[in-house]
């Protein structure tokens, strides 16, 4: 007798085999960006060049969003952008050589930054590996070694069974905090090779967490609890970490102060009772912390800027919560917590006492008065009313983005971001030309959404290029270029050599890409930018005018 089950057709050898085969045409590129999607990917930055060429054609045959600036570093600007507003790793692609090394600049700043940016490069054809000299174009004698004392790792796949694994551990690494840039080098031939491996499916790359010790937080937790005059700095792993929730409520049960530096800005409210701001170049500031007997640092190494140019030195106990284990304790002794921000934070949350301090408040307010008490007599009017302009203007949700000039050094100290993650600056590495790529990045990430850049006019001439990306992808950025004829932080500085620069006709260039410029005065800036971000698409607002900084305290 014949069973149902009995007459079940099982394919052939033939038949399976056929199934399992790869369509004709597939190569290493297929495999990287099969790789890439299977993980998450949606979006890539970056630029082709000859060896990279069979990357960028299965990333035509695939669904993964290309977005092309017009150089390596621009990219990677943007590319680093796109990982802070959206927490998630983003390919940049890029090829061998020149290309590769253009990228260093934004690898730096993503380092410093903690932005999770997966670079993959070509590198040249596998016979040309191993430190021999056979004369490939772009070769160098070990490219991968320009990238290592720069992004958190290296990894290098030598064979198309490699890629898929490679790519899933550089990824891990990326998001595996403390954040940051990894470096991935395949070789051409490998690219460009046909492969039989089937397509790429079912990719897992779990990032590990890093909780606290719990003897540490325990302490912590005692420390905070006990103390008289207990402060908090919070640094940008805060924000990397979205613990801004939580590092509010946990201030709010210590009744701590709470400073941000300017890489945590956002990560607590500006006009907060316990708001300290974030006026670290102020030896007012400075004074509050020294005189605090518990100092809980969140997030940050307290590193040049966040320590008054190292002019802090903390009398009290100093609590230290970072996720980046070179950065432990590498300024000040502390009751080290290496850990995720979130996590610590939680822990702390989980085992603090609540402390009553009624004037902590009044403490607040009178730093903040001395402050401006400070400022009162250097006239510095115009300044303070331009970023108050610019926050007007811009909506409370959209993301800025500051390069290295006058307005964004005050901007660190003096300027409301409203909320966390909404500020961004390249104060981490300090390179120029940072602002208007990475803004485009922001749009990229989240479309829809205003985004403003800030450069003063040096720096903008590194991003010119650039108004073409945001014409083509029509992106809705708008440019403030401050235009004072040159490096205007350089001359504060009290250097007068190489820092007066000729400069083009800002709004005349603009519109020869086909975007829209205004140039504005200081009366009128409010106006123009809103109108500028209210319009959408990208558009360019020049400021001629010459700003100064504010008298430091560190000398």
Not at 117 to 128: D, E, H, N, R, Y
Request: with cysteine; glycine share 10%.
């Amino acid at each position: 007798m014949t069973h149902d089950h009995d007459l079940v057709l099982r394919p052939t050898e033939a038949q399976t085999a056929a199934a399992l085969a790869p369509p004709p045409g597939r190569t290493g590129g297929d495999l990287v960006v099969e790789t890439l999607r299977g993980l998450g990917a949606t979006t890539a930055f970056g630029l082709p060049g000859q060896h990279a060429l069979a990357l960028f054609d299965a990333v035509g045959r695939s669904d993964l969003r290309l977005v092309g600036l017009r150089t390596e570093n621009n990219a990677g600007f943007a590319a680093d952008a796109y990982g802070r507003v959206t927490g998630e790793a983003v390919p940049l692609l890029l090829s061998t050589g020149p290309g590769a090394l253009m990228s260093l600049p934004a690898l730096a700043e993503a380092a410093a930054a903690s932005a999770p940016v997966l670079a993959i490069c070509s590198q040249v054809p596998s016979a040309g590996l191993g430190g021999g000299r056979r004369g490939h174009l772009h070769e160098l004698r070990d490219q991968s070694a320009s990238f290592r004392e720069v992004v958190k790792s290296v990894h290098c796949a030598r064979t198309p069974s490699q890629i898929p694994s490679v790519i899933a551990e550089a990824w891990e690494s990326a998001l595996t905090v403390p954040f940051g840039p990894v470096w991935v080098e395949i070789p051409e031939d490998v690219l460009r090779a046909e492969t039989v491996i089937p397509q790429v499916t079912g990719m897992d790359a779990t990032p590990h967490e890093l909780a606290p010790r719990p003897e540490l937080t325990a302490l912590a937790a005692h420390w905070l609890s006990h103390a008289s005059r207990p402060v908090i700095i919070a640094g940008g792993g805060v924000i990397r970490a979205d613990a801004a929730g939580k590092l509010k409520q946990l201030a709010e049960r210590l009744n701590a102060p709470v400073v941000t530096t300017f890489g945590g800005k956002g990560a607590f409210p500006w006009t907060h009772p316990l708001s300290l701001r974030s006026w670290l170049e102020d030896r007012h500031t400075t004074d509050f912390l020294e005189d605090a007997d518990v100092v809980l640092v969140v997030g940050s190494g307290l590193g040049e800027l966040s320590s008054n140019y190292h002019t802090f030195f903390p009398t009290g106990r100093v609590v230290q919560i970072e996720a980046d284990l070179g950065k432990l304790e590498s300024n000040h002794p502390a009751l080290g917590i290496h850990a995720d921000a979130r996590l610590a934070l939680q822990a702390l949350l989980e085992t603090v006492s609540e402390r009553e301090d009624p004037g902590a408040p009044e403490r607040v307010r009178l730093l903040l008065s001395s402050i401006e008490a400070r400022l009162a007599p250097q006239d510095v009017t115009l300044e303070r009313d331009l970023l108050a302009a610019v926050r007007a203007a811009l909506p409370p949700r959209s993301p800025s983005f500051w390069d290295m000039t006058i307005l964004s050094y005050w901007a660190w100290s003096a300027f409301d971001p409203k909320h966390p993650n909404t500020m961004h600056s390249a104060q981490g590495a300090g390179g120029l030309g940072y602002a208007f790529p990475a803004a485009l990045g922001a749009a990229v990430a989240e479309p829809g959404t205003p985004v403003l850049a800030v450069s003063g006019d040096g720096g903008a001439m590194y991003s010119i290029a650039d108004l073409a990306t945001a014409r083509q992808h029509d992106l809705d950025v708008t440019w403030l270029i401050v235009d004072d004829g040159g490096y205007g932080i350089l001359r504060e500085y009290g250097c007068a050599t190489g820092t007066d620069l000729t400069g083009p006709d800002f709004a005349a260039l603009a519109a020869s890409f086909g975007v829209p410029a205004t140039t504005t005065t200081p009366e009128s800036l409010r106006a123009d930018l809103t109108k500028a971000l209210a319009q959408p698409g990208p558009s360019v607002v020049i400021l001629p005018t010459t700003l100064k900084m504010f008298a430091p305290t560190h000398v």
